[in-house]
């Protein structure tokens, strides 16, 4: 059975890094890796809006009884198997459980311009994401 409140609460909290990440979209790169605060936050929020993508995928995928993924890249692609995704947004958050992975197990070496990247990059995809998983809720 799908936890609707777990899931529509960390929609809430991707909606809410994505107004914080916006904020710092503007920020021109150089800018970005000279101020600390600049890069940590989008560090930081990058990493917690993944976190949110990947448990709302796992509560969906327990709850409906899917196929159990066996890594992070998998979660994705089982939305997508499903239909709860559709198979252009699954391409395009493909590489976020790499990005993920970076920046919790690497996080030594995290490459700069790759945040700015997916700072530059993610977000129109985050929502994307929060209005098929909604859409996903209305019909079951």
């Avoid at 809006?49 to 448990?55: G, K, L, P, T």
């Avoid at 709850?63 to 499903?82: K, N, S, T």
């Avoid at 391409?91 to 690497?106: C, E, M, P, Q, Y």
Wanted: charged share 25%.
């Amino acid at each position: 059975m799908l936890d609707r409140d777990a899931i529509l609460n960390r929609l809430d909290r991707l909606a809410q890094y994505g107004r914080i990440l916006r904020q710092l979209q503007p920020v021109p790169y150089d800018e970005f890796v000279s101020q600390v605060e600049h890069y940590g936050l989008a560090e930081r929020y990058l990493h917690l809006s993944a976190e949110c993508i990947f448990d709302i995928g796992q509560m969906v995928i327990s709850g409906m009884g899917f196929r159990r993924p066996g890594e992070y890249r998998e979660i994705i692609q089982v939305l997508v198997e499903e239909k709860v995704l559709s198979p252009e947004l699954g391409r395009r958050l493909d590489s976020l459980a790499g990005f993920r992975n970076i920046l919790v197990h690497a996080y030594m070496d995290i490459d700069e311009q790759k945040v700015y990247q997916n700072l530059q990059g993610n977000l129109a995809d985050f929502d994307d994401y929060a209005q098929e998983i909604v859409a996903f809720l209305r019909a079951n």
